[in-house]
């Protein structure tokens, strides 16, 4: 420690303004991403992330430079001869191909890592400030209870948007650009809203649901466990009545993965036809229920945020 | 130092319930500057008040307030600076990232929250230490990141719970340095304490909690003139201990005097008008005192009067 005499040299009264605690939410939110990257634990998850990246990336290139440049020729796959463009049949269910699908498939694959992540990272983030005890740390800073749930939301949608929006938007750069770009871009403006439509309904709904059943289980697994149940079971469960049962395509509904990516569908603008597998609700009901899940969130955060009090 | 005449920490008639159990019952209490040091057994309520006092807790009954702001609202937590007693830190962040990030959570941009964090960290002693990994820290050098969060955005008001736990003689004699440097400079300290010589080493004002009150508050020598109930107990120690004793039973304010070998135990009401009367009598008599120690005017024994136990908590 210095001398008593110049102790206090360097640590003077601040004289300037302190900015609005939406600045504290945004720092908290930095943090919070920066927890989620330094953990080892979920880099090979980040790993596969980046491969499906990839996949999407030179998968696009190599259709359009089959297309164009052997489409017509004739080559030798294990001692047959095949049509060069039969190769790549089994890349049309991913439709890369710059369209509407293109990205909502890509979206779906980036979100599931995204949500195996989150489910894991939910305690690091949130559990862990009210197991351990950290929360006094922040509410003793001039920020509300209301900031520090922004805050820990801003963290995830950074996340989030980092693995889905980010890349998707490459993803339509690379397609303009293999494409022909002067009227690509003009003609798939809807696309581009798409992506940020459905980056903004995973965003918003994932990082409330995961702040509300992490303020509510605290705990890793037992927040595994409740996420297994919305993301896998509900989604067994609805798959087993529309397509099993043969019941009213609305029992989907509970599969709330699917309702994000019915949103995210009808942000792109996609065919309702093309939809796999077809017996598929409203878009408009899919989208209730999203809200209605993000209400549930906000009302619930609200109850036990908003009035926490640090009492042990 | 703010012109503001407000109080700087004021509690009105504050009550505060945990389901049916009282934690806080009528609490008034006002403080303006200075060191208060917050003593009381565990369970007497410290924890609440301070916690009341940071806005981590809302009153059920009663108004805390900030520089006339209400403690709950996040706009008087600028003007106050917690360091809980625990630490729940995230221990892969070095400790300079974790002041850098707390100081940003207050609102800094970006340089000055460097400045702010750096600065801090040379004031509690951890600059040359800052950038090794929270969990690497011993437990007095996680104390000082904690008092550095605490004191990063320049708060008027510094509380303090149990701050010098785990921290080794030296350091304890650093911080004590520290605070007292820091109320000099104008900041109010709320401290709590179960360390009471380190207590009374650093402030003579304390306020005692106990079941959930404000058992008593002012300067030790305040508290204890206040117990006409518990006489002050002196070891005089005198060449002739039976002609002290004749002498000392003469007086008003003396109650009891237990003779021994070397000098007499007096017990006296009213300690200031007798330490005045016994001065006068020394002079008068030209008694030979060698050595005057009050036994039971620490903060130990005050708070064992006023809690009924031993003084220890």
Redesign the interface.
């Known amino acids: ?2 001398p ?1 005499s110049d ?2 040299l ?5 004289r ?1 303004t ?4 939406i ?2 939410a945004l ?2 939110g ?2 919070s991403l920066r ?1 989620m990257v ?1 953990r080892r634990l979920f880099w090979g998850l980040y790993g596969l992330a980046l491969m499906v990246f990839f996949f999407f990336f030179y998968g696009q290139y190599l259709v359009v430079w089959i297309q164009q440049q052997t489409a017509g020729q004739t080559v030798f796959f294990g001692g047959m001869p095949v049509k060069a463009a039969d190769l790549t049949k089994f890349l049309d269910r991913l439709a890369l191909n710059g369209s509407g699908h293109t990205f909502a498939n890509y979206i779906w694959f980036q979100g599931y890592i995204a949500m195996i992540v989150l489910a894991l990272a939910g305690a690091v983030l949130v559990g ?1 400030d009210f197991h ?3 929360l ?9 209870r209301r ?1 520090y749930v922004l805050g820990k939301c801003l963290g995830i949608a950074m996340f989030i948007n980092l693995l889905t929006t980010v890349p998707g938007v490459v993803l339509y750069i690379q397609a303009g650009l293999l494409y022909d770009w002067k009227t690509y871009y003009a003609d798939h403006l809807r696309e581009l809203a798409g992506i940020f439509g459905y980056g903004a309904t995973l965003t918003v709904a994932l990082s409330l649901l995961l702040v509300a059943t992490a303020v509510g289980v605290r705990r890793t697994v037992p927040l595994v466990m409740v996420w297994t149940g919305i993301f896998v079971l509900c989604r067994m469960l609805g798959g087993f009545l529309v397509d099993g049962q043969n019941l009213d395509p609305r029992w989907r509904l509970i599969d709330f993965w699917n309702d994000l990516y019915l949103v995210g569908l009808g942000c792109l603008g996609v065919d309702r036809a093309t939809l796999r597998p077809p017996a598929q609700p409203e878009v408009w009901e899919a989208a209730l229920v999203v809200g209605g899940v993000c209400i549930a969130c906000v009302l619930y955060l609200r109850r036990r945020i908003h009035a926490v ?3 042990s | 130092m703010s012109m503001d005449p407000s109080p700087l920490l004021l509690f009105e008639q504050v009550s505060k319930w945990f389901g049916p159990v009282l934690g806080l019952n009528q609490i008034t209490l006002e403080l303006t500057g200075g060191i208060t040091g917050l003593v009381g057994a565990n369970g007497a309520g410290k924890s609440t008040l301070i916690r009341l006092a940071t806005g981590q807790s809302r009153p059920s009954l009663g108004r805390v307030t900030v520089r006339g702001v209400d403690a709950w609202d996040w706009r008087a937590r600028r003007l106050v600076g917690y360091c809980p007693d625990h630490d729940a830190f995230y221990e892969d962040m070095t400790g300079r990232d974790f002041v850098h990030a707390m100081a940003r959570l207050c609102g800094y941009p970006r340089a000055d929250a460097r400045r702010r964090a750096d600065s801090t960290l040379d004031l509690v002693g951890m600059a040359d230490r800052a950038d090794r990994k929270l969990r690497g820290y011993s437990k007095g050098m996680r104390q000082r990141v904690k008092l550095a969060q605490a004191l990063v955005h320049d708060p008027e008001l510094l509380v303090l719970d149990e701050p010098l736990g785990g921290i080794d003689p030296v350091g304890r004699q650093e911080m004590l340095d520290l605070f007292r440097r820091l109320a000099a400079s104008g900041k109010c300290l709320l401290v709590s304490s179960h360390e009471l010589e380190e207590l009374e080493k650093l402030t003579n004002h304390v306020a005692v909690m106990a079941r959930g009150r404000i058992a008593a508050v002012g300067t030790l020598q305040q508290i204890r003139d206040l117990m006409d109930d518990f006489p002050l107990s002196v070891r005089i120690e005198v060449d002739h201990p039976r002609e002290l004793a004749r002498h000392l039973l003469a007086m008003p304010d003396v109650v009891g005097v237990d003779v021994e070998a070397e000098g007499v135990v007096v017990r006296a009401r009213h300690p200031q008008k007798f330490f005045r009367a016994f001065g006068t009598l020394v002079v008068e008599t030209e008694l030979d005192v060698r050595r005057l120690d009050p036994l039971d005017d620490s903060a130990h024994a005050i708070l064992g009067y006023l809690l009924g136990g031993s003084g220890k908590t």
């Open positions: 420690m210095p008593a102790a206090l360097r640590y003077r009264p601040w300037g302190l900015r609005s605690p600045f504290g720092a908290m930095r943090v927890l330094r862990n351990h005890g950290s006094p740390y922040y509410l003793s800073k001039p920020i509300a900031h009090e640090i009492v």
